[in-house]
């Protein structure tokens, strides 16, 4: 079997589930050198205590990378939160500010430390933001726009990192099952009822799993080599066709 990603050092923020467990995961399966965490596969791995919301441990994380492996050949920005959903009226601006260091700074201090490394090998980087940076969410204000200025960002950084044919693209989910999604459905009166109506939310009649974003990353750094600034839907057709969503009173 080709290895898609042979000893190519890749970085996952918040590779230790969810998404970014499935990312960690395809990406040693098809050979790479990642610095967080998952078990087998055919590349390695090795993790990396960090608290993203803390710049000096963003810059460990590069460092200790670049000192075990030498290299940076391609970022996986994808540590965040998604908190309960909650009204504007409700929300502090603390909390706000809080989710935007949390959410969106943390990616673009991972990026900043680790471009000198990335300009080196012609890398690039992929961020994960979400679809509701398109369409919107319901009592969710801070957190859609952290994603949408994640998918701003990695448009921006595009252009000045072509200089260096560094590429920095971005993936938007749409429902994956991951145990974020089960805890934010546990806190709904019948979580089951939850996530079987949100399965009928995409054309495909179902929810994405971890495996299929990690293979959608896998495709941006191993094959898309002639995109940058792309934001990639990784949905299931969730934002296709029209549905009931009039919140007017009748």
């Given at each position: 079997?080709?290895?898609?990603?042979?000893?190519?050092?890749?970085?996952?923020?918040?590779?230790?589930?969810?998404?970014?467990?499935?990312?960690?995961?395809v990406?040693?399966?098809?050979?790479a050198?990642?610095?967080?965490?998952?078990?087998?596969?055919?590349?390695?791995?090795?993790?990396?205590?960090?608290d993203?919301?803390?710049e000096?441990?963003?810059?460990?994380?590069?460092a200790?990378?670049v000192?075990?492996?030498?290299?940076?050949?391609?970022?996986?920005?994808?540590?965040?939160?998604?908190?309960?959903?909650?009204?504007?009226?409700?929300?502090?601006?603390?909390?706000?500010?809080?989710?935007?260091?949390?959410n969106?700074?943390?990616?673009f201090?991972?990026?900043?430390?680790?471009?000198?490394?990335?300009?080196?090998?012609q890398?690039?980087?992929?961020?994960?933001?979400?679809?509701?940076?398109?369409?919107?969410?319901?009592?969710?204000a801070?957190?859609?726009?952290?994603?949408?200025?994640?998918?701003?960002?990695t448009?921006?950084?595009?252009?000045?990192?072509?200089?260096?044919?560094?590429?920095?693209?971005?993936?938007?989910?749409?429902?994956?099952?991951?145990?974020?999604?089960?805890?934010?459905?546990?806190?709904?009166?019948?979580?089951?009822?939850?996530?079987?109506?949100?399965?009928?939310?995409?054309?495909?009649g179902r929810?994405?799993?971890?495996?299929?974003?990690?293979?959608?990353?896998?495709?941006?750094?191993?094959d898309?080599?002639?995109?940058?600034?792309?934001d990639?839907?990784?949905?299931?057709?969730?934002?296709?066709?029209?549905g009931?969503?009039?919140?007017?009173?009748?």
């Amino acid at each position: 079997m080709s290895l898609r990603y042979q000893d190519k050092v890749v970085i996952v923020t918040g590779g230790s589930k969810g998404i970014g467990r499935g990312i960690v995961r395809v990406f040693v399966e098809n050979g790479a050198k990642v610095v967080f965490c998952a078990r087998g596969g055919a590349g390695s791995c090795r993790f990396v205590p960090c608290d993203v919301s803390k710049e000096d441990d963003i810059k460990r994380l590069v460092a200790v990378t670049v000192e075990h492996y030498g290299a940076v050949d391609c970022l996986v920005n994808n540590a965040g939160w998604h908190p309960p959903h909650k009204p504007t009226d409700d929300t502090p601006g603390e909390e706000f500010r809080d989710l935007l260091n949390l959410n969106l700074v943390n990616y673009f201090l991972a990026s900043k430390y680790a471009l000198p490394y990335l300009r080196q090998r012609q890398g690039n980087i992929i961020n994960v933001s979400s679809l509701v940076a398109t369409i919107g969410q319901r009592d969710a204000a801070p957190y859609v726009a952290t994603k949408g200025a994640i998918v701003s960002m990695t448009k921006a950084m595009a252009v000045d990192e072509s200089l260096h044919n560094v590429r920095v693209n971005c993936i938007s989910p749409g429902n994956v099952l991951t145990p974020l999604w089960e805890e934010l459905a546990a806190l709904t009166p019948d979580a089951a009822a939850t996530i079987k109506l949100a399965e009928t939310h995409q054309l495909l009649g179902r929810m994405g799993t971890e495996a299929e974003l990690g293979l959608a990353a896998l495709f941006l750094a191993a094959d898309a080599t002639f995109c940058t600034g792309i934001d990639l839907l990784v949905t299931g057709g969730a934002e296709l066709d029209y549905g009931v969503k009039s919140r007017v009173p009748a």
